[in-house]
């Protein structure tokens, strides 16, 4: 009927191809970017010059029209997925190494800066995850980008477990990395790159990242978040290249049209409910979309745990029904308006204050009680 991870673009064509009106397909950005990680306790990772030759190399624009084809990347973007309101401008974007239109003079000045640090024949090991999208595709595409400034590169992929601990006890030179998220927030996206995080793979020493993390997170002044995020990002891609990013990842669901309830969100971690979900021989899209969410509370099952659940009266339905048309608003603003998410969230904590939980509440689960 329909899985949730993601499909790559050649899966969703050949099956719209095979199953025509039968099939329905939604597309996100996703909060999700592939970065390649340079370990600065590993000689020549330590030398700025390096750092900025690589990320100058890579083709970004092109290499995002090419590979949104054949992998699930498609955005080129900065430290927040397009579309989000902290999200970098493409003419603020376009300020940062690597980032121009420009990419054959963007390589010749890499070139040059590799013949200042005496790297001019650099050779290094990229450690890539053994998992195919979007990880090989990106890896055999940044080995080709480097080879075009002279460097040249071998791969090696560990399964999962074996990654993440390659990066963790810092035996990697250079490294996927892949940092996702729930929401858009800076908070939440930001804290992989600080200094003190276990996720700071790079293994800078930068308190600066720190210190602009924290002033960016405490200030109540948007624009003076926005001015923050933007040295944030300079400092991180651009000043001192403590990683490398390449794109956001791009999430496309096919289902079955009879699917109902269920609407992409940004993220792969919400709107996995699925007591919001039906099937349906007939009706479209818009149907679905102003139709309720759901079938009746009285066609679904009861679960309970031990005794049988005593009958719903009049008083508990309409706390069910607020209850589920707070998660309702939660899932159109993650769909429509990525900015509202934290409104969202707020106004559904303050739902489910008012809303006794138990045990054996219908459709109660770990993620009813997490968020109380």
């Given at each position: ?26 597309e996100?950005?996703?909060n999700c ?11 020549p990772?330590d030398?700025?010059r390096?750092?900025r ?13 090419a590979?949104?084809r ?27 190494a ?20 005496g ?5 290094f ?20 980008q ?12 560990l ?14 030179e250079?490294s ?30 930068d ?6 993390y ?17 040295q944030?990002?300079?400092?991180l ?10 794109f956001?990842?791009?999430?496309i ?13 940004p ?8 007591d ?6 007939s ?6 979309l ?23 009266g ?12 707070a998660?309702?608003r ?7 308006d ?6 969202a ?28």
């Amino acid at each position: 009927m329909i899985q949730f991870r993601g499909f790559t673009p050649s899966d969703r064509d050949q099956l719209a191809s095979a199953l025509g009106s039968k099939i329905a397909v939604q597309e996100s950005v996703w909060n999700c970017s592939i970065q390649a990680a340079l370990n600065q306790q590993k000689k020549p990772f330590d030398d700025e010059r390096v750092r900025r030759a690589l990320t100058l190399a890579l083709d970004r624009w092109n290499g995002s029209k090419a590979l949104s084809r054949i992998a699930i990347v498609k955005e080129v973007s900065g430290i927040q997925v397009p579309g989000t309101p902290w999200a970098t401008p493409p003419e603020e974007l376009e300020k940062l190494a690597g980032y121009g239109r420009d990419v054959n003079a963007a390589r010749a000045q890499a070139r040059r800066l590799l013949k200042e640090a005496g790297q001019e024949n650099l050779t290094f090991t990229l450690t890539n995850r053994a998992v195919p999208m979007p990880y090989e595709p990106i890896g055999v595409w940044l080995i080709d980008q480097w080879r075009q400034i002279g460097v040249n590169v071998k791969q090696v992929t560990l399964e999962s477990a074996a990654w993440f601990t390659a990066q963790k006890e810092g035996r990697h030179e250079v490294s996927t990395n892949a940092p996702c998220n729930s929401i858009p927030e800076p908070d939440l996206d930001l804290h992989w790159f600080r200094a003190n995080s276990p996720a700071n793979y790079g293994r800078h020493k930068d308190a600066v990242m720190d210190d602009l993390y924290r002033r960016q997170s405490r200030t109540t002044d948007p624009d003076e978040r926005r001015k923050l995020l933007r040295q944030f990002e300079k400092r991180l891609y651009d000043e001192e290249v403590h990683f490398i990013h390449t794109f956001a990842w791009h999430r496309i669901i096919p289902h079955l049209a009879k699917v109902r309830g269920w609407t992409i969100t940004p993220s792969h971690f919400l709107n996995q409910q699925l007591d919001t979900v039906w099937l349906s021989e007939s009706g479209g899209r818009a149907a679905e979309l102003r139709g309720p969410s759901r079938p009746p509370r009285s066609s679904r099952k009861h679960h309970s745990r031990g005794a049988d659940r005593p009958v719903e009266g009049p008083q508990d339905e309409a706390q069910h029904f607020e209850r589920d048309d707070a998660e309702q608003r939660l899932v159109l603003a993650l769909t429509q308006d990525d900015w509202r998410v934290p409104i969202a969230l707020r106004q559904l904590d303050v739902a489910l204050r008012d809303v006794p939980l138990d045990d054996c509440a219908v459709g109660e689960d770990e993620v009813h009680a997490a968020l109380r």
